[in-house]
């Protein structure tokens, strides 16, 4: 079984005053919310159960369970004060069902292909970028084991917002999210955080996608260039 958590709670500081109304998730891209073209990506792939956890404006969301007919809404009450590790921690029941994807929510997948792809080992999905970076990105051991998960980083692949856990990987995230939920400091603290953490208990490799499949948008003005890259007037 496939299972997708899609997080979806935050409240986009960064793309306002578009998110002002609209979370971020929802804002359109070539006529589609970013959110649909990442669960039509896994639609079409055939996952199960996808999970969209909600928080900001978490009503806007209702309609997708009625168009997607195996979509779940969780809500994160703690969106607001905890960082992601509390929409993880939502749905974190899930991780004991199979295979599970986790995914950002405000992704512009331009290729859906993505999706398609057998992935027969835990992975995150990353792009490479040469020189240096001070985003998150993903150290590496002789045979491909990701032994680091953190910002920083040189002629390094890079995180693309989209992780895919087997079951036993996604039991061991069960138990190190479920352990670290409470400790000091947890508020502060990034899903991928807890990863890095117990990064010895899990056998993760990079899935490397090219740098135009996802198109992570963060602020209106890089919206406003993808929107021209794909010449839609109405983005």
């Known amino acids: 079984m496939e299972i997708a958590i899609l997080m979806a709670s935050g409240m986009g500081t960064r793309m306002r005053p578009i998110t002002g109304k609209t979370p971020k998730p929802l804002v359109e891209v070539a006529g589609k919310p970013m959110i649909e073209t990442i669960i039509d990506g896994l639609e079409k792939r055939g996952v199960d159960k996808i999970i969209v956890v909600t928080g900001y404006l978490r009503n806007q969301f209702s309609y997708l369970a009625d168009k997607y007919n195996n979509l779940v809404i969780v809500y994160n009450p703690a969106y607001e004060k905890v960082n992601n590790i509390s929409s993880v921690y939502a749905a974190k029941e899930y991780l004991l069902q199979g295979d599970c994807f986790i995914c950002e ?113 963060d602020t209106v003005a890089e919206l406003e260039a993808v929107c021209r890259r794909l010449a839609n007037n109405g983005c």
């Open 105 to 217: 929510a405000d992704l512009y997948v331009h290729d859906d292909s993505i999706f398609q792809e057998d992935l027969n080992e835990s992975c995150y999905y990353g792009k490479m970028i040469q020189g240096h970076t001070d985003d998150w990105v993903f150290d590496l051991d002789d045979q491909g084991i990701i032994t680091r998960v953190g910002k920083h980083g040189d002629d390094a692949y890079n995180m693309t917002g989209i992780a895919y856990f087997k079951e036993k990987d996604a039991r061991i995230l069960y138990d190190a999210i479920t352990e670290e939920y409470g400790k000091t400091g947890y508020e502060e603290l990034f899903w991928d955080e807890v990863v890095d953490r117990h990064i010895k208990d899990f056998r993760l490799r990079v899935h490397p996608v090219d740098n135009t499949q996802i198109v992570e948008i």
